[in-house]
């Protein structure tokens, strides 16, 4: 069920999203988002591999990878929306 693997992918681009906005509330500068969203990715990614059997990964460097990616997509799907709205 490669389904579930790539939901898990997903769970971890809206979690990163959640933690950026986190970001914006805080004191911190919004210049530290996009590191938060890859930092957090790649936390759930390792979380992932070893929780999720489906997960895309196998060890836990390709596990942080996939993580990291995936938060720093939801920097770049927040910033597309933005974009579209202007």
């Known amino acids: 069920m490669e389904f579930l ?3 898990g992918v997903a769970a971890i681009t809206v979690i990163a999203w959640l933690m950026g906005e986190a970001v914006k509330l805080s004191p911190l500068e919004n210049k530290w988002i996009p590191v938060a969203c890859g930092f957090f990715g790649g936390v759930l990614g390792i979380v992932g591999m070893y929780t999720m059997p489906e997960f895309p990964a196998a060890d836990v460097m390709t596990a942080a990878a996939v993580g990291i990616v995936s938060g ?15």
């Open 72 to 86: 720093l997509a939801a920097t770049g799907a927040d910033q597309i929306a933005k974009q579209l709205d202007n």
């Open 5 to 7: 693997g790539m939901a």
